[in-house]
C-alpha cells in the first residue's frame, strides 16, 4: 500500500514538471517574437545627437525660458525624451525593408531550429533522465524493503538475544548460589589442606623409606652377586671332583664287570658242555619206547619248561 502512494506522488510530481515545461516553452516563444522585433530595430541606424538637439528647439516648452521650475523642466525632458523614442521607432518602422524582414524571418527560422534542436536534446535528457529517476526510485524501493526485512530480523535477533541474556543471567545467578554453597560447605579447604599436607608427609617418608630400602636392594644384590660368584666357583670344582671321580669309579666298575664276565663266560662253556652231553643222553632215552611221565597239575608249567630245557 506504501508503495502504491509513493508511485502515485510520484507520477503527480511528474506530470507537474512537464506543465512547468511546457509553460516554459511557450515563454521562450513570447521572448523570441520580441527579439525578432528587436533584431528588426536594431537593424536601422541610431538617430544622432544634433536631430535630438533640433527637435526639441520645436518643442513649445523651449519658448517660455528661464520662468520654468525644475520639475517642469525635468516633465519636459522626459516627454521629449519620449516623443524622440516614438519618433525613432516610426521612422526605424518606415525605413524596414522586405530584405531586413526576410533576413530577420530567416534568422528567426534558423534560431526556431536551434530551439527545436536544443528542445529535442532537452526532452531527451529529459526522459533519460526521468527513465533513470525510475529505475533509482525502484531500486530504492527494493531496497528499502530488504532494510525493513533486515531491520525486522535484527529486531528478531535483538529480542531473542534479550531473551537469551535473561536466560543466562539467570543460570548463572543459579550456578554461582550452588557454587557459592558447595564452597561454604567446604570450610575454606581446612581438613582438605590438613589431609593433603599429610599425604605430603606420608608422601616424603615413602621417598626415604624407598632410598633406605633401594640402598639395602642394592647391598643385598651386590652379596647375592658375591655368593653366586663363590658358588659358581665352588659348583666348577666340585664338577671337576665329581667328574674324576666318576672316571674313577666307571674304570673300576668296568673292570669288575670284565672280571665277572670273564668268570662267568668259563663257567657258562663248561656248563654248555655238561648241557650238551646231557642233551643227548636224554635224546638216546627219549628214542627209547619208555612212556614219559606226565606233570600233575600241582606242578608249575614255568618250572616244568624249566627243567625241560635244563
Known amino acids: 500500500m506504501a508503495q502504491e502512494v509513493d508511485h502515485s506522488h510520484h507520477l503527480h510530481k511528474r506530470l507537474h514538471s512537464n506543465i512547468i515545461t ?45 520662468s520654468a521650475t525644475p520639475q517642469q523642466r525635468d516633465e519636459a525632458e522626459r516627454r521629449s525624451q519620449q516623443q524622440a523614442q516614438a519618433e525613432a521607432e516610426r521612422e526605424a518602422r518606415r525605413r524596414v525593408t522586405p530584405q531586413h524582414v526576410a533576413k530577420a524571418k530567416a ?66 545467578k543459579k550456578v554461582e548460589e550452588d557454587t557459592t554453597g558447595t564452597l561454604a560447605g567446604f570450610k575454606n579447604f581446612d581438613e582438605q589442606e590438613r589431609t593433603i599436607n599429610e599425604l605430603v608427609e606420608k608422601l616424603q617418608k615413602s621417598k626415604r623409606d624407598t632410598a633406605e630400602l633401594n640402598a639395602r636392594l642394592e647391598s643385598a644384590r651386590e652379596r647375592v652377586a658375591a655368593f653366586e660368584r663363590r658358588q659358581k666357583e665352588k659348583w666348577s670344582k666340585r664338577r671337576k671332583q ?69
Open 242 to 310: 665329581w667328574q674324576a671321580s666318576w672316571g674313577v669309579l666307571v674304570g673300576v666298575l668296568v673292570l669288575v664287570i670284565a672280571v665277572l664276565v670273564f668268570k662267568h663266560r668259563r663257567r657258562l662253556v663248561s656248563e654248555f658242555d655238561l648241557t650238551g652231553g646231557l642233551a643227548e643222553g636224554v635224546a638216546a632215552i627219549r628214542s627209547l619206547p619208555v612212556l614219559q611221565p606226565k606233570a600233575s597239575p600241582s606242578q608249575d608249567p614255568y618250572l616244568h619248561r624249566l627243567f625241560d630245557t635244563l
Open 22 to 66: 511546457g509553460k516554459a516553452s511557450h515563454h521562450r516563444h513570447r521572448s523570441r517574437a520580441k527579439e525578432t522585433v528587436q533584431s528588426a530595430i536594431d537593424l536601422v541606424p541610431p538617430i544622432s545627437f544634433d536631430h535630438l538637439l533640433r527637435r526639441d528647439k520645436k518643442t513649445p516648452e523651449s519658448t517660455q525660458g528661464g
Open 107 to 172: 534568422d528567426n527560422a534558423k534560431r526556431e531550429e536551434e530551439l527545436r534542436r536544443s528542445l529535442k536534446q532537452v526532452e531527451e535528457l529529459g526522459m533519460n533522465s526521468t527513465r533513470q529517476l525510475d529505475d533509482t526510485y525502484y531500486a530504492i524501493l527494493e531496497k528499502a524493503s530488504i532494510l525493513r526485512s533486515t531491520v525486522a530480523s535484527l529486531q528478531q535477533l535483538a529480542e531473542e538475544s534479550r531473551r537469551m541474556r535473561a536466560q543466562f543471567d539467570g543460570d548463572a
